[in-house]
């Protein structure tokens, strides 16, 4: 798993950039809002999500952790991959995303290439208690993914040790809605653990 890689930029474009690390050219497919970020740059940091699929494996990168928190998220829905949470992230600004999923705003996210009325409504349903979690429903921050980081840290930590994604993101839920403001990622996998 990798979480980063900073680097040469030795090819970029709007859609991806090939970021040069110790000889090695790493292909990295990046969304608009990152280009913009690193286009005048030589040399960047680039969080990074991989994908690993039967015939690829493929890197998505992100100028900021923010960014690849909500990718993060959006591929957490069922209907919506990797291409089309890049898509996504391609075609407004993370707080408009926000903002358009806690508002409940399925006509401005159905006018994203690929997401039509049941994939929105989806979206809307899955993410928008997680988004009011993350702040305040105005604008995506970095600390504003902080909470969330920590289910996120705890669901694969508990993955780590055996249980399945399922088991372990129920667990995880349990512990939340019982304690919200459980602030820690100790915290929250002990809890878990007595939970499941």
Do not use: W
Not at 85 to 112: H, T, Y
Not at 169 to 177: P, R, S, Y
């Amino acid at each position: 798993m990798y979480a980063y890689i900073k680097g040469k930029l030795a090819e970029k474009n709007p859609a991806f950039v090939v970021l040069e690390n110790n000889g090695i050219g790493y292909l990295i497919n990046i969304s608009l809002n990152t280009y913009t970020k690193i286009q005048s740059e030589t040399e960047v940091k680039l969080h990074v999500h991989q994908q690993i699929t039967e015939d690829a494996h493929t890197f998505y990168g992100f100028a900021e952790e923010s960014e690849k928190q909500l990718f993060q998220q959006l591929i957490s829905v069922s209907g919506v991959g990797c291409s089309t949470a890049r898509m996504i992230l391609s075609s407004m600004q993370a707080s408009d995303i926000q903002q358009a999923i806690v508002s409940e705003n399925v006509a401005l996210l159905e006018k994203v290439k690929g997401i039509g009325p049941k994939t929105a409504k989806r979206m809307i349903l899955e993410l928008k208690d997680k988004m009011l979690k993350m702040g305040d429903g105005k604008g995506v921050q970095a600390s504003s993914f902080a909470h969330n980081n920590i289910q996120n840290e705890a669901l694969n930590a508990l993955m780590a040790l055996g249980f399945s994604r399922v088991q372990a993101d129920a667990g995880i839920k349990k512990v939340m809605k019982a304690q919200p403001n459980i602030n820690t990622i100790e915290a929250l996998i002990k809890e878990a653990l007595r939970s499941m």
